[in-house]
């Protein structure tokens, strides 16, 4: 009964390729989020929807594509993978409800460009 | 402008002694905060939360922490720390548009024997 599932949870890929990353959470949100976290771990926010529409897209190249198939997903995909894309990439969820601010995470997906 | 800062990189401390991280936020309103532990190769789990009321406030794993408005901080506190709290601990303030966290740099809690 995972809250916030990501897969998949590691990712080995060459420079230059395409790769999909997803997100899926059952707790009923009406909003999800995907944060990058870099090597030194500092969290940032990349992207937000809410009810399948984009609400907060961060300076992110455009390279970096989500997409919500339904309130339920929230995938990201990434064309062109460069070195720099080397990160953990979380992806969170919240209901849009005044008091209930909480964002819960998923494991992450770390991904290594080689 | 919205910020937190984690002013400790990382911290040791002995198994079984007190622990404070600190946290200080710039916001103009009533933030609302949150402390997240992360465990090496793990997410992000909730350890507690400030939106209003009590300003000190009580999480899981034997946390607490208190808002102090007069000093913009959110320190973090456990009387008693165990070895599995080892992790990274991270601040974070929903920001203005209530739309995202914004996260402080973290602090890395290590526990001697």
């Known amino acids: 009964d995972t809250a916030v599932s990501q897969t998949p949870k590691y990712l080995v890929t060459q420079m230059g390729n395409d790769k999909s990353i997803k997100c899926e959470q059952n707790?009923?949100?009406?909003?999800m989020y995907w944060y990058k976290q870099d090597s030194k771990k500092f969290l940032k926010i990349m992207f937000s929807y809410n009810n399948k529409e984009l609400i907060i897209n961060e300076t992110v190249p455009n390279r970096f594509s989500p997409k919500s198939p339904d309130k339920a997903h929230l995938n990201l995909h990434i064309n062109s993978l460069e070195l720099g894309d080397s990160a953990v990439y979380f992806c969170a969820s919240r209901r849009t409800l005044a008091g209930q601010e909480t964002q819960y995470f998923g494991p992450g997906t770390r991904l290594l460009v080689l | 402008a919205q910020s937190v800062t984690q002013p400790d990189i990382h911290i040791t401390v002995s198994e079984g002694a007190s622990l404070e991280l600190r946290c200080n936020y710039s916001y103009g309103a009533t933030p609302y905060l949150f402390w997240y532990v992360q465990s090496p190769g793990q997410g992000l789990q909730l350890l507690l939360k400030?939106?209003?009321?009590?300003?000190l406030v009580q999480g899981i794993k034997g946390f607490e922490a208190e808002f102090k408005r007069s000093q913009s901080s959110f320190n973090l506190r456990k009387p008693s720390v165990h070895w599995s709290d080892a992790a990274e601990y991270f601040c974070?303030?929903?920001?203005?548009?209530?739309?995202?966290?914004?996260f402080g740099k973290g602090t890395t809690l290590s526990v001697s024997s």
């Open positions: 707790l009923g949100h009406d909003t």
């Open positions: 974070a303030l929903l920001n203005q548009a209530g739309t995202a966290l914004i």
């Open positions: 400030y939106f209003s009321g009590d300003t």
